[in-house]
């Protein structure tokens, strides 16, 4: 990995034609370590959100010990990488090898699922184990959230009780789980569905060992605030949790992707063409900015010239990316220099979460180089106070004195 003092000296020494992660560290373990200290409960990382390796031992070195896995790749990664890990295979649709391997093979022991069908298929492909921790994934409602996860996933109201009393016969421990939606921007949602979830527990009559309350966390993508601060989803969560019909000794869970990691990474594109007000940038809804073109998220920018000193005044521009399916269009235009021109750069913030996981190499495109850098430009959600400051861009003066060292 590069290794640079700021991102805008690293464009002027580098003048990247690929599209670049810049990895910050510090800022993935500072939302580690406000998960560890700052929220109730265990943490499994929800892996789908950003499953690079740097990722990942960073959040190992700042002690997150739980994951949340997907698939046999991701069981696979994270059990090769850091076989003490707690690893909770969260998928409520598994295959019968899938499950197999992760419980003979790779020690998993946590599995969720959400109808009868597939706790069969659990105890079958397990031999019946003795030792299975089981949680029912349980629907919920979605509402506040930017991205639903609702429908294809969890039991029905009506559907519950009878699962989870059946589970609680074969289980060597109970878990109830939902999702609220992802980037939810309700931290009421957490107590809802948690009230919600009391009562089919009450109704089946059973004991609950385990209060899995999902991800869905957001992060921050505006550079004024524009989400409660996340105490108050941990405030909501410590609350609920306490006044839930569960035993005095239940674990509660959770399974942060986004928020974990999207301040650890941003994306750093060119622009390779202008026409009108239009620019033809090295990435785009193909690639990393899939929620820029696909869903109109607005995320945080900053432009820098390796040529010139930009412009203060900034106009509304259309972006689009390199592939050749007119649809790599940026859902909505967004505010830049008015002369950025061709190789000149847009650092996009914020990207950690799912920019990566969503790629493709579709056209050809979607090669990555990778930086860490120690500037901290974008604003943090974990820094409420500072929410309201702008993206500082260094002076040209201020950038020669910086450096670049080229690690490999
Ligand atoms: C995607 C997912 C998560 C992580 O969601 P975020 O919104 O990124 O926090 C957690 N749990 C399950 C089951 C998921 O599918």
């Not at 969560?237 to 942060?256: I, K, N, Q, R, T």
């Amino acid at each position: 990995m590069v290794h640079a003092s700021g991102i805008p000296v690293f464009v002027d020494q580098v003048r990247p034609d690929d599209p670049f992660f810049c990895f910050r560290p510090e800022r993935l373990e500072r939302a580690a370590t406000w998960f560890r200290d700052s929220f109730p409960g265990q943490v499994f990382y929800a892996v789908k959100a950003n499953p690079a390796l740097h990722i990942l031992d960073g959040l190992w070195a700042a002690g997150i010990r739980g994951f949340d896995v997907a698939s046999p790749a991701e069981i696979e990664l994270v059990a090769t990488r850091f076989p003490e890990a707690d690893l909770a295979y969260m998928h409520p649709v598994k295959n019968r090898n899938a499950i197999a391997r992760a419980y003979h093979e790779f020690g998993v022991r946590r599995f969720v699922l959400d109808s009868h069908a597939e706790l069969q298929k659990i105890l079958e492909a397990t031999n019946f184990a003795k030792d299975l921790i089981l949680v029912v994934r349980v629907g919920v409602s979605n509402a506040g959230a930017a991205v639903p996860l609702t429908g294809k996933f969890g039991a029905s109201e009506a559907e519950a009780p009878g699962l989870l009393r059946e589970t609680r016969r074969v289980a060597s421990r109970l878990g109830v789980s939902f999702h609220v939606g992802s980037q939810s921007l309700n931290p009421g949602a957490w107590p809802a569905a948690m009230a919600n979830i009391s009562r089919l527990i009450r109704k089946a009559a059973v004991t609950v060992d385990i209060v899995d309350v999902g991800g869905g966390f957001p992060s921050l993508y505006k550079s004024d605030g524009g989400m409660p601060a996340l105490a108050d989803y941990a405030a909501s969560v410590d609350d609920a949790f306490e006044d839930m019909m569960v035993l005095e000794s239940a674990e509660l869970w959770s399974e942060p992707g986004r928020a974990l990691v999207a301040e650890a990474e941003s994306l750093l594109v060119r622009v390779d063409g202008v026409k009108g007000d239009a620019l033809y940038l090295n990435d785009g809804g193909f690639g990393a900015l899939y929620d820029a073109v696909n869903l109109g998220w607005e995320f945080p920018v900053r432009a820098h010239s390796p040529e010139k000193a930009l412009a203060g005044r900034t106009r509304a521009w259309t972006l689009y990316g390199p592939t050749c399916d007119s649809a790599d269009k940026f859902a909505l235009p967004v505010r830049l220099p008015a002369d950025i021109g061709e190789g000149d750069y847009i650092e996009f913030g914020n990207i950690g979460a799912y920019g990566r996981s969503m790629s493709t190499r579709f056209n050809g495109f979607g090669g990555y180089g990778l930086v860490e850098t120690d500037d901290a430009p974008f604003a943090s959600a974990y820094v409420p106070e500072a929410w309201t400051a702008p993206v500082p861009v260094p002076a040209p003066a201020e950038i020669a004195t910086l450096a670049v060292s080229l690690k490999p």
